[in-house]
């Protein structure tokens, strides 16, 4: 799984850069000023770099494929670092808001929520964050051997609520891709 984005990353990008992000970013952007930072941590090949940098935020990339990296570079014309959401140090940044669109999906329920406390160590306070994850129970394994973790709407509010997080709004909507899976969608502001 850990190679399928680098290996695959053309025909990823001819899957999804086409979709129109706007049901799932509209709601973290309208609580934004114009100019703020926002990181997209596993921006994929910069579909939504590119739709918040139309908005006129200040938006850069976190990829560790590094073919998708590039794409996104190219696609959205902004800085995009290539690297391990598991090995990279977050603190550095000082983002108003972070977008985290099923870039977590393939992290393990008990590593869940190390990993979503080492890239929101980039929010500044009170910043927001966007993130979104498959409906369901334990894990799922695709055709194409990605193993994907499936949450319960409690679960993340009760995950969220211990990391410092409140829930400012939740979507609960069926795939765009027609693949019959539920995406559970929330903007979160830090509470502490």
């Given amino acids: 799984m850990s190679d399928f984005y680098q290996q695959n990353y053309r025909e990823y990008h001819e899957k999804t850069f086409r979709i129109d992000p706007s049901s799932i970013l509209l709601p973290p952007a309208r609580r934004l000023a114009p100019g703020s930072v926002i990181l997209d941590a596993g921006c994929g090949s910069g579909r939504d770099l590119l ?3 139309n908005r006129g935020f200040n938006v850069i990339g ?14 959205a014309g902004c800085e995009v670092i ?3 959401f598991e090995l990279y140090d977050f603190s550095g940044f ?5 977008v985290l669109t099923g870039s977590l999906v393939h992290v393990p329920h008990k590593r869940f929520r190390k990993v979503f406390g ?5 929010l500044k306070n009170r910043g927001y964050v966007l993130v979104s994850l498959k409906e369901g129970t334990g894990k799922k394994t695709g055709s194409d ?5 499936l949450w319960q709407d409690g679960d993340l509010r009760e995950l969220f609520a211990g990391s410092g997080f409140a829930v400012l709004n939740f979507s609960r909507q069926g795939s ?4 019959g899976e539920v995406w559970l969608g929330y903007v979160l502001r830090r509470t502490v």
């Fill in 51 to 53: 739709w918040l940098k």
């Fill in 62 to 75: 976190f990829e560790r494929s590094p073919g998708l990296a590039e794409l996104a570079r190219e696609n």
């Fill in 82 to 84: 290539q690297g391990d």
């Fill in 94 to 98: 000082s983002a108003d808001a972070i």
């Fill in 118 to 122: 080492a890239v929101t160590a980039g």
């Fill in 145 to 149: 051997g990605r193993i994907f973790y």
């Fill in 176 to 179: 765009v891709m027609g693949t």
